[in-house]
């Protein structure tokens, strides 16, 4: 499955993330993470999803504003293979 990662200039918190973690996803989407840089002011998101626009529909429909959306590919350090 394709992987995203969704850049927010917005600091959530621990409330705001467990509400938007109650709710149901489409098929086939994952929210899988998110990391926060409080003294920055930014929240990353980790995505599993058919596509990039599926990840964008999700997070409008959320009302979670996002600054950019992008497809990435996991490199795993203990094994030294990039994903496909």
């Known amino acids: 499955m394709p992987r995203f990662i969704a850049a927010h200039s917005v600091v ?3 409330d705001q993330l467990k509400e ?3 709710k ?8 899988l ?5 409080y003294d920055d002011g930014k929240c990353f ?7 990039k626009e599926v990840v964008e ?3 409008q429909q959320a009302q979670a504003p996002y600054d950019a959306v992008y497809g990435v ?5 203990p094994t ?5």
């Open 20 to 22: 938007m973690a109650a």
């Open 33 to 37: 993470r998110t990391y926060c840089s």
């Open 73 to 77: 590919r996991l490199f795993d350090v």
């Open 57 to 59: 529909q999700v997070l």
């Open 45 to 51: 998101c980790e995505w599993e999803a058919p596509s």
């Open 24 to 31: 149901p996803l489409p098929e086939g989407v994952s929210w």
């Open 80 to 84: 030294a293979s990039l994903e496909p």
């Open 12 to 14: 959530f918190n621990e």
